[in-house]
């Protein structure tokens, strides 16, 4: 039985080395080789053993499979973990799953054996019955531990819930029966000799560009699985061709989430990080394409893309289509809270995207600028993301971009300046420092002497006003509507989300690239 509270509850005695109903005597005697136990988070923290498959949940946490779909079937989460069961989901962890078998190969060990599921439910109820105990002694001393305890562990059909919302995102995509091509494909790129795998992916990377209907046949999940190995190849061409493919593989909406559920998204990040310069560029490009896609935001953004995508975008010497992509791609990861709230805690990242909003130069140098903005304007439609923009110095660098004549980007730093000022005292300290006053009077003043037609341009003038009225300390805080006017609207066709007014941050997008995904492949 297990005893103690808090999280040495979930510290079961179990063997991490060796997963089977018996012990045999040249296991113990391997075990006794180990000088150093495991990683910390190569041990799920349910069973206490290596893990075998390990997925990763939108809470960043990595669990073994079996114990986690053992905890849905039983309708258990440790306090630990915290687990919610609505509309969950959990990927495969490909990166976790290499070192974990890494360091079996070196240390000498046998390679973790999935949990039978009925060992996982076994675990589990135990850690049911020592919950349940616990919570028995703590609430009342007069009640015996042992009848919950006892009866929580009857029968599967009293504990298992009774339609529990659990989206299981395996390595699954919907493919029907192999065709000739992709066997084809597939024996080459396993091929011993090196030049017939090169010859191989540029086909593929060709192939994907020329239909939907090559995308859709080379888009399963065992030429995908054969695939991402490639981006981790330390050879150049492999590598650079498979970024390209799965870009190209990745334009069909109907793709991109197979893509992701391929667990792509480490691996993507690992090229981001430290692969070949033409390969990382691939990549963003790769990882701006998914993120159009609404179900993959979260996943990508758990899985440690947004650290990345914020040096690109911030690196001077990389490629200006790479910088614009890694930018394209942090906008639409921001879409969703989560993500802002990462950013915003990404050290140096809300700086850097100031950075880029005040960079000065020919029109690249303006262009990086406009998605700068946007996604300035994201982090100004969250309590984090405005926390970030203000500990970087955006509301001076933004109130200096009108200072100096924003022209088309002036709408977008109104639009921040919106966000950033509800219901925050700091700001107002911050635009009276900056000169936010004299500056946004001037534009009102240039507003109403335009020639423009009745009525155009009143929500920007609106805002204005409104950033004033907080500057002067005769508002509080802000604006009521900015949710909608930082883009948290979902739109399909990138309009407006005010008519004649301030224009939504969604609708830029469609300057650099299709909502749809990449019209010209790689």
């Not at 809470?59 to 079937?73: I, K, N």
């Not at 155009?456 to 006017?485: F, W």
């Amino acid at each position: 039985m297990l005893t103690g509270k808090g999280k040495s509850r979930w510290k079961s005695k179990l063997s991490f080395h060796h997963r089977s109903s018996s012990t045999t005597s040249s296991s113990i005697s391997s075990a006794t080789k180990i000088v150093e136990p495991p990683p910390a988070e190569f041990l799920c923290p349910i069973s206490s053993s290596l893990m075998a498959d390990p997925v990763i949940l939108p809470t960043g946490h990595s669990l073994d499979r079996p114990s986690l779909e053992a905890c849905r079937e039983l309708s258990f989460s440790p306090p630990s973990l915290d687990l919610s069961f609505d509309d969950f989901f959990f990927i495969p962890n490909v990166a976790l799953k290499s070192a974990i078998v890494g360091w079996c190969d070196r240390s000498g060990l046998p390679r973790p054996v999935p949990l039978s599921s009925a060992s996982a439910r076994d675990i589990v109820r135990t850690l049911m019955a020592a919950e349940s105990s616990s919570s028995a002694e703590d609430s009342s001393k007069s009640k015996p531990s042992s009848t919950s305890s006892s009866s929580s562990i009857t029968s599967d059909e009293t504990l298992t819930p009774k339609s529990p919302k659990f989206k299981t995102i395996a390595p699954d995509v919907v493919v029907d029966a192999a065709d000739p091509l992709e066997e084809e494909m597939l024996e080459r790129l396993k091929d011993p000799q090196i030049s017939v795998r090169e010859s191989a992916l540029a086909e593929l990377r060709q192939l994907a560009r020329e239909s939907s209907e090559k995308r859709s046949s080379l888009c399963t999940q065992r030429l995908l699985s054969a695939l991402i190995p490639f981006l981790l190849s330390r050879t150049p061409e492999l590598q650079i061709n498979a970024a390209a493919s799965l870009v190209n593989l990745s334009i069909d909406p109907h793709n991109k989430v197979g893509i992701v559920r391929s667990g792509a998204v480490p691996t993507l990040v690992e090229a981001l990080k430290s692969g070949h310069p033409e390969a990382r560029d691939h990549a963003a490009g790769a990882v701006f394409s998914l993120a159009i896609e609404e179900d993959n935001r979260l996943a990508i953004g758990v899985l440690g893309a947004i650290p990345p995508l914020v040096h690109l975008f911030y690196q001077d010497s990389a490629a200006y289509r790479a910088r614009k992509e890694a930018g394209m791609a942090l906008y639409h990861l921001t879409l969703a809270a989560n993500n802002t709230a990462k950013l915003a805690k990404t050290s140096g990242a809300a700086r850097a995207i100031v950075r880029v909003a005040s960079e000065r130069g020919g029109e690249e140098a303006a262009g990086l600028r406009r998605i700068a903005m946007m996604v300035m304007g994201n982090m100004a439609g969250r309590a984090e993301g405005r926390v970030g923009l203000m500990d970087a110095g955006a509301v001076g660098a933004v109130v200096g971009l009108v200072r100096e004549g924003a022209g088309r980007e002036e709408e977008q730093c109104i639009g921040v300046l919106y966000g950033l000022s509800r219901g925050s005292l700091r700001f107002r300290a911050l635009a009276r420092a900056a000169g936010a006053e004299e500056v946004l009077d001037a534009v009102l003043k240039a507003a109403a002497a335009a020639t423009a037609a009745p009525g155009k341009g009143e929500i920007a003038k609106e805002m204005v006003r409104k950033i004033l009225r907080v500057v002067r300390g005769e508002e509080d805080g802000g604006a009521a509507a900015a949710a909608a006017v930082l883009g948290d609207e979902d739109e399909d066709d990138g309009g407006s989300v005010v008519s004649d007014g301030l224009v939504s941050f969604r609708r830029r997008y469609h300057d650099f690239g299709s909502g749809k995904g990449y019209s010209t492949g790689f």
